[in-house]
C-alpha cells in the first residue's frame, strides 16, 4: 500500500481535476475540511480503478463520481458522498476494509460495505432468493437509510448507462428497477429519483411502448402550450392583486406515468394527456389556502376532485394541497398549492432535511414516516420466510391509503382494502390480538369489514380472545399478519410438531427405511448438521415448512447412492382434522375421493392439491417440494368444495339450487354470481360443505335435474 499511498500523495498536492471540481462546485452547502475529505476519496478511488473501464468504454472513474453528483443534489453529508465515490472499491480493487476505516473512518466504511453486500444481489434468482436479497436491502435500509439512498443512486447511474448491456440484461434490470427501487425511492418521497428510474427503466423493459408514447406526447404537449399560457397568465394575475407572492409552474408529463395511468385506470391516452397540470408556489402554510380559494373563483372546482395532503399528508410525508377544476372549454386542470418547502420536501422526501439531522431537534413529516415505516420493517424482519417479508413490504411500498380516526379523533393512515382487523392492529398489537367486533360511525359491524375514509372506527375486545387464523384470508396490513401469524406459530407448535414428524417418517419410509430403525446418532448428527437443539424442533421446521422432509431425510441417511430407495412411496395420510398445519386451497377445494398431492409451503405449511389442479403444473419445477398425499379411511369430518351452477336467469332458480343443496344435508357457506351471459342464464358459484366425492356426485344429479339449471361443474380456479 505504501507506493498507493505515494501516489494519493502526489495527487492530492496538484491542483484537483475538472470532474472533482464539478463535483465540489455542488457542494456548496458542505464547508472546506468536508470537500477536503471529498477529494481525498476522489483520488483514492481514482487510483483504484485507475485500470478498470465501463462496458460503455469510459473510465470506471466515471461511474461513482457521478453516484456522487446525484447525492449532491439531494444534499447529503460528506460521509454519503465519500461512500458514493468509494462504493466499488471493495468488490473490483485491491483496497481492503481496513485500509478504508484507517483512513477515511469507521462510518464510512460502514456505508462502503453497506453498499458492496447490496452490490452481490444477482439478476433472474429464484424466487426465494430474489426474496431475500430484498430482505437484505430493507435490513440495510434499518441499519442506516444512507445505504439505500447511495444505492439507489448507483442503480439511476446504471440504468442510464443500460445501452451497453445486452438486451436480456437490460429487460431483468429494468424490471427490478420498475417493482423495486423506483417503489422505493416513491417510500422514502424521493420524486425527482423515482421519475428518473421509472422514465429509465420504462425505455428499456417495454421499448415498443416507449418509443410510440414518448412520440405522440411531445406531439400533444406542443398543441397544449397555448391553452397552457392563457391558464397560467389568469392564474399569475388573480393571485398578484390578492397580495400573494407566488411561484407558477407547469407540471412536465413523465412518460412512465402516463403509461401507468392508461393501463391501471383503463383510460385511452387522450383521456389521460388532456389534463393540464400546474404547481403553484407559496410562502406560508396559510397562503395555501389563500391560494386555493382564488383559483376557486377562476375556474370552478370538480366535485370529489379536492385533496387536503396537508392537512393529513401523505404515508411518505408529502404534503400540498390537490385540486381538479374545469379550465377553458371544460378541459381539465389539476393544481397543487405548497409551500417552498412542502416543494423541497416532494422532490428530495427524507433527503432533503438531512443534513440537520444531528443540529435539528424538530422532526419534519418526511422524517417521522419514514421512521414509522423502518420501525415496521424492523418489528416484522425476524419471519422465518423471505417471500413473506417480501409481500408484507409490498403493501408498504405501493402505499394507495386511506384514512380513518378513533374514537378520540386520531388519524390513522392504512393501506387500501383494510379492515377492522387491520384497524386494530395499527392502534396496538394488544388490542388486534383481543378484538371481538368493532363499530364503524356508531353501526356495529363483522372484522372483516372493509374501511373507508373518513370513518370512525370503535374496536370492542376480550381478555378472553385470542386472533382466529381466518383472519389471515382478509386482512391486508404486514403488521396485522405478522403478528397474527407470530400467534398461530406459537399456538400450533404442538400441531406443527406432530405434522413435521409424520412427513420425517413419511420421507424415510420412501426412502426405504423406518424411524425405529434410525440409530440414535444419526439423528444427532442431523441435529448438529441443521443446528437444531433437539427432534421436537426438526419437526416443527419440517411442519412449517422451513425444511424438506425428503431432504432430511436423505441427509440423515447419508449419501443417496449407498441406499436403495423404497419404489412403494408410502403417501401421507390426510384425516381432514389436522387443524391449521394442513389447509385445502381455494383454487381447487379437494375432498374425499379426489386424487390429491400435498405441496411443502414456505408460507403455509402442508397445502393439499387436487391431482388435476393447475397449481400442480405450475409448481412441478418444485418437484421436491411435493409429498404424496391420499385420504384416511373412514373421514367424518366435511370439507369446503366449489360447484358452478348455470341456469337461466329465472325468479327463484338460486331458491330451487340452494333448497337441493340443504335436502342432502349439506352446508351452503357462500354463493356468489361468477358470471352473467346475454342470453339471460348466469353461473352461480356454490362455495358447499361436503364429506366426500360420492355424496358431491349425489347432489350435483340431483341439481342437475331442477327445470332451471343447464350445466353443473365442478369449479377449479
Given amino acids: 500500500m505504501d ?18 471540481k464539478k463535483l465540489i462546485a455542488g457542494l456548496g452547502y458542505l464547508d472546506a475540511n468536508d470537500h477536503q475529505l471529498i477529494i481525498k476519496a476522489f483520488v483514492y478511488a481514482s487510483i483504484a480503478h485507475e485500470t478498470q473501464s465501463r462496458e460503455t468504454g469510459e ?73 431475500e436479497n430484498f430482505r437484505k436491502m430493507m435490513l440495510a435500509m434499518v441499519k442506516d437509510i444512507r445505504v439505500i439512498l447511495i444505492k439507489l443512486a448507483d442503480r439511476l447511474h446504471n440504468i442510464q448507462t443500460l445501452h451497453a448491456l445486452g438486451r436480456q440484461k437490460q429487460f431483468n434490470i429494468a424490471k427490478e428497477t420498475l417493482q423495486i427501487y423506483a417503489p422505493i425511492a416513491n417510500r422514502l418521497g424521493i420524486y425527482q429519483m423515482k421519475t428518473n428510474l421509472e422514465n429509465e427503466a420504462f425505455r428499456y423493459a417495454y421499448p415498443y411502448r416507449y418509443k410510440i408514447l414518448k412520440k405522440t406526447l411531445k406531439r400533444k404537449l406542443g398543441n397544449q402550450k397555448r391553452t397552457l399560457k392563457i391558464i397560467t397568465g389568469r392564474f399569475r394575475k388573480n393571485l398578484k392583486k390578492s397580495g400573494l407572492k407566488t411561484s407558477i409552474q407547469s407540471r ?37 389556502y389563500q391560494a386555493l380559494g382564488i383559483v376557486h373563483q377562476i375556474y370552478k372546482p370538480i366535485a370529489g376532485k379536492f385533496k387536503d395532503y396537508i392537512a393529513i399528508p401523505r404515508i411518505n410525508g408529502y404534503q400540498s394541497i390537490h385540486t381538479s377544476l374545469l379550465g377553458p372549454n371544460g378541459t381539465p386542470i389539476e393544481v397543487q398549492i405548497r409551500t417552498e418547502a412542502m416543494d423541497k420536501v416532494a422532490d428530495s422526501g427524507i433527503a432533503a432535511h438531512w443534513k440537520y439531522k444531528l443540529d435539528d431537534t424538530e422532526d419534519i413529516a418526511p422524517q417521522i414516516k419514514t421512521r414509522e415505516w423502518l420501525a415496521t420493517i424492523k418489528e416484522i424482519q425476524g419471519t422465518a420466510h423471505p417471500e413473506e417479508f417480501l409481500e408484507s413490504i409490498k403493501v408498504d411500498l405501493f402505499p394507495d391509503k386511506i384514512y380513518v380516526f378513533t374514537p378520540k379523533g386520531k388519524i390513522l ?26 363499530k364503524i360511525d356508531r353501526i356495529q359491524t363483522p372484522l372483516r369489514t372493509i374501511l373507508k375514509s373518513g370513518q370512525t372506527v370503535d374496536i370492542m375486545t376480550s381478555r378472553y380472545s385470542n386472533p382466529d387464523p381466518s383472519w389471515l384470508s382478509f386482512i391486508t ?74 431432504l432430511m431425510a436423505q441427509i440423515l441417511l447419508g449419501d443417496p447412492g449407498d441406499r436403495t430407495e423404497n419404489k412403494n412411496h408410502s403417501p401421507l395420510l390426510i384425516k381432514g382434522t389436522e ?45 421436491s417440494r411435493w409429498i404424496g398425499a391420499q385420504w384416511s379411511d373412514g373421514i367424518k369430518h366435511g370439507l369446503s368444495t366449489e ?30 354470481i361468477s358470471r352473467e351471459y346475454e342470453d339471460d342464464t348466469v353461473d352461480l358459484l356454490f362455495l358447499i360443505q361436503i364429506k366426500n366425492r360420492q355424496e358431491l356426485a349425489v347432489v350435483m344429479r340431483e341439481i342437475k335435474g331442477l327445470k332451471n339449471v343447464l350445466k353443473v361443474s365442478r369449479h377449479l380456479h
Fill in 3 to 20: 507506493q498507493f499511498l505515494e501516489k494519493a500523495a502526489v495527487m492530492l498536492d496538484e491542483k484537483p481535476s475538472k470532474p472533482i
Fill in 59 to 131: 473510465p470506471y472513474i466515471y461511474h461513482p463520481l457521478e453516484v456522487a453528483k446525484t447525492l449532491a443534489e439531494l444534499r447529503l453529508d460528506r460521509e454519503s458522498i465519500a461512500a458514493a465515490l468509494l462504493h466499488d472499491v471493495l468488490e473490483d480493487t485491491v483496497l481492503t476494509d481496513d485500509f478504508i476505516s484507517q483512513e477515511f473512518g469507521k462510518e464510512i466504511l460502514s456505508l462502503v460495505d453497506g453498499v458492496s453486500k447490496l452490490d452481490q444481489i444477482k439478476y433472474g434468482e429464484s424466487s426465494h432468493a430474489q426474496a
Fill in 252 to 288: 412536465e408529463k413523465q412518460l412512465f406515468s402516463v403509461y401507468s395511468k392508461m393501463k391501471n385506470k383503463h383510460l385511452s391516452f387522450d383521456q389521460v394527456i388532456d389534463v393540464y397540470g400546474l404547481r403553484i408556489i407559496v410562502d406560508k402554510v396559510e397562503e395555501c
Fill in 413 to 438: 393512515r392504512l393501506p387500501i382494502n383494510s379492515t377492522c382487523v387491520d384497524f386494530a392492529y395499527a392502534i396496538h398489537t394488544d388490542v388486534g390480538n383481543s378484538c371481538i367486533g368493532a
Fill in 477 to 550: 396490513t404486514a403488521k396485522a399478519r405478522h403478528n397474527i401469524r407470530t400467534y398461530l406459530k406459537q399456538l400450533n407448535a404442538a400441531e406443527t410438531i406432530t405434522l413435521g414428524k409424520r412427513l420425517f417418517n413419511n420421507a424415510l419410509t420412501t426412502l426405504g427405511k423406518k424411524q425405529r430403525n434410525v440409530t440414535k446418532k444419526q439423528i444427532d448428527n442431523l441435529l448438529d448438521d441443521m443446528g437444531f437443539k433437539n427432534i421436537e424442533e426438526l419437526h416443527e421446521s419440517i411442519g412449517l415448512g422451513d425444511k424438506n422432509p425428503i
Fill in 579 to 623: 387443524g391449521v398445519s394442513i389447509s385445502f386451497p381455494k383454487c381447487c377445494t379437494p375432498i374425499p375421493g379426489d386424487t390429491i398431492i400435498g405441496h411443502l409451503s414456505t408460507q403455509r405449511g402442508l397445502v393439499i392439491h387436487r391431482r388435476n389442479c393447475a397449481h400442480v403444473a405450475n409448481f412441478n419445477k418444485q418437484g
Fill in 643 to 672: 360447484i358452478m351452477v348455470h341456469v337461466l336467469h329465472q325468479p327463484g332458480s338460486f331458491a330451487e339450487v340452494a333448497g337441493k343443496i340443504a335436502d342432502n344435508g349439506c352446508n351452503v357457506e357462500q354463493v356468489a
